[in-house]
């Protein structure tokens, strides 16, 4: 099925024969469904910590800061803004020249509250000699748009979120990569320097570094620290090759192989090479002004000093295993924190002599472990905090994707539709063990929880495969820990007209 230049072309990309052959295999049998027990809830899965609990977590995370911990905040911020335009390509490409969709309409009635409204209003007057007021009066409302996607323009058509003019200052607008350098000041620097990463596509790293490059110095400057802003891009390694309908290699029109990116769960590979004890994971386009800003940042240091609190246990059991000398109360005590802190609950645990128990116990505190913010659901897409069943017949604490739920199921989906919480991803992860060495993170894959979508390519169907994604299959066997956040601290941009929110104004 694979021709010699087949073979050179996969290993180009850094990935073996065997991995595609895996690859084709999957698209044949499909991904199993994930066997749920409960959708997680306050009191079954979540925490919600009351006022004292609260100051207490911030105290425990400012404590760990001061003790010259390495912090790195992950920023995954590849995706490109294209989506967030989908409504204002429909109209510039569409028949009418006027605004008719509310979509339309909301958007060049309040045009003037947009971060971008200035470097909007200098490109029309450059390419049109007209500024916008002039432009919608004289009912030029395409013009207008396509300013504002075009390369002509600002070209946010193409440009990714991260350097888009989020929100309006004083001073100036800002893009969410600033939002983040602020961010990283306020809840994720220690001994003075903020470590900052930022995964972003090949076509704009260098639009990014310069963004870094021109802007750092202010912030460091405000804030009173030094910035240490490091990149990287998706592996070529982690792409998936494409399929036929009929689970053969889909072919371009040259006869290779078409390779597609593996999705976000690809990015573990690139949290693998973070040198950090601590990460804070969060998407570029959920960010704030700063006069919103306060509940996230309590919120990122309770997340953190629950996460330090735990580790802290976990490590001082794991050190107590290995000294040998131990009483079976103190193994009780142990499995109390497992499966009540950690949630992570085995049902024959009884069974197990003490022997066994002492390799179970040592499996399950000594692995990577998150923390994640959820908040109330109120009708977002996202994933969702439950409890499943893992391999080894354990039940633990995961965030799941509707891909990962048999639809068939009628209890599953009661569960999926009635869940009280989502995951707005915001995750706080321990990466280092007990002795201080880094967790190999892909070795805590679960590789049975990707996913095979539909897509084309001209106008060919082909079956993609995604990775398990990052903060769902690629976590799976991670110790995994929900919090209630406040829904204050989830403000994603979806839309350009979610920048007209008040949230973002």
């Known amino acids: 099925m694979l021709s010699q230049e087949d073979l050179r072309q996969i290993a180009a990309k850094g990935i073996t024969e065997a991995q595609v052959e895996a690859q084709l295999g999957e698209f044949k049998q499909g991904f199993p469904f994930l066997r749920l027990e409960a959708a997680a809830a306050v009191g079954n899965g979540i925490m919600a910590p009351a006022d004292d609990e609260r100051a207490r977590?911030?105290?425990?995370?400012?404590?760990?800061?001061?003790?010259?911990?390495?912090?790195?905040?992950?920023?995954?911020?590849?995706?490109?803004?294209?989506r967030m335009f989908k409504d204002m390509f429909a109209f510039l490409n569409g028949d009418h020249d006027a605004p008719q969709t509310d979509f339309e309409k909301r958007?060049?009635?309040?045009?003037?509250?947009?971060?971008?409204?200035?470097?909007?209003?200098?490109?029309?007057?450059?390419?049109?000699?007209?500024?916008?007021?002039?432009?919608i009066a004289e009912g030029c409302y395409k013009a207008v748009v396509a300013n504002m996607l075009e390369p002509k323009g600002l070209n946010y058509g193409q440009l990714p979120k991260g350097l888009l003019l989020f929100h309006k200052y004083p001073e100036g607008p800002r893009t969410p990569l600033e939002e983040h350098l602020?961010?990283?000041?306020?809840?994720?620097?220690?001994?003075?320097?903020?470590?900052?990463?930022?995964?972003?596509?090949?076509?704009?790293?260098?639009?990014?570094?310069?963004?870094?490059?021109?802007?750092?110095?202010?912030?460091?400057?405000?804030?009173?620290?030094?910035?240490?802003?490091?990149?990287?891009?998706?592996?070529?390694s982690t792409d998936t090759i494409a399929a036929n309908p009929d689970n053969t290699p889909f072919r371009n029109e040259d006869g290779s192989l078409l390779f597609r990116p593996g999705g976000h769960g690809a990015l573990i590979q690139n949290l693998n090479d973070i040198s950090a004890d601590v990460v804070f994971v969060k998407n570029i386009d959920n960010v704030v002004p700063?006069?919103?800003?306060?509940?996230?940042?309590?919120?990122?240091?309770?997340?953190?000093?629950?996460?330090?609190?735990?580790?802290?246990?976990?490590?001082?059991?794991?050190?107590?295993?290995?000294?040998?000398?131990?009483?079976?109360?103190?193994?009780?005590?142990?499995?109390?924190?497992v499966q009540r802190d950690l949630c992570c609950r085995k049902a024959d645990i009884k069974q197990l002599e003490d022997a066994e128990l002492v390799i179970y116990l040592r499996k399950k505190l000594n692995r990577p472990m998150r923390v994640c913010g959820?908040?109330?659901?109120?009708?977002?897409?996202?994933?969702?905090?439950f409890l499943t069943y893992n391999h080894d017949g354990t039940v633990s604490l995961q965030i799941l994707e509707s891909s990962q739920i048999d639809k068939t199921n009628e209890e599953y989906m009661r569960m999926f539709t009635e869940g009280t919480h989502f995951n707005p991803v915001d995750l706080v992860c321990?990466?280092?063990?007990?002795?201080?060495?880094?967790?190999?993170?892909?070795?805590?894959?679960?590789?049975?929880?990707?996913?095979?979508?539909?897509?084309?390519?001209?106008?060919?169907?082909?079956?993609?495969?995604?990775?398990?994604?990052?903060?769902?299959?690629?976590m799976s066997d991670?110790?995994?820990?929900?919090?209630?956040?406040?829904?204050?601290?989830?403000?994603?941009?979806?839309?350009?007209?979610?920048?007209?929110?008040?949230q973002h104004q």
Request: proline share 4%; aromatic share 12%; with cysteine.
């Open 57 to 82: 977590y911030i105290d425990a995370w400012n404590a760990y800061k001061a003790e010259g911990k390495r912090i790195v905040k992950f920023v995954p911020a590849s995706g490109a803004a294209s």
């Open 107 to 135: 958007y060049f009635d309040n045009i003037e509250r947009f971060a971008f409204y200035g470097e909007l209003n200098d490109a029309c007057l450059k390419n049109e000699g007209k500024d916008i007021p002039t432009l």
């Open 182 to 236: 602020v961010e990283g000041a306020l809840y994720a620097a220690s001994g003075g320097e903020a470590h900052i990463h930022f995964t972003v596509s090949h076509e704009h790293r260098e639009l990014f570094e310069k963004k870094v490059s021109e802007k750092c110095a202010a912030y460091a400057a405000k804030y009173g620290i030094r910035y240490d802003v490091s990149f990287s891009e998706q592996k070529p």
């Open 290 to 337: 700063d006069r919103l800003k306060g509940d996230t940042v309590d919120y990122k240091q309770i997340l953190a000093g629950i996460l330090v609190t735990l580790q802290a246990r976990a490590f001082g059991y794991l050190r107590l295993l290995d000294t040998g000398d131990y009483t079976h109360a103190q193994l009780e005590e142990m499995i109390r924190f």
């Open 374 to 385: 959820v908040v109330k659901n109120v009708g977002e897409p996202g994933g969702g905090p």
């Open 430 to 474: 321990a990466v280092k063990d007990y002795k201080g060495q880094p967790f190999n993170l892909p070795d805590y894959v679960d590789r049975t929880t990707g996913f095979i979508s539909s897509k084309s390519k001209n106008g060919r169907e082909l079956k993609a495969l995604e990775l398990p994604g990052l903060w769902n299959g690629a």
């Open 478 to 502: 991670w110790n995994t820990v929900f919090v209630e956040v406040p829904l204050s601290t989830f403000n994603p941009v979806k839309t350009v007209n979610d920048l007209l929110r008040e």
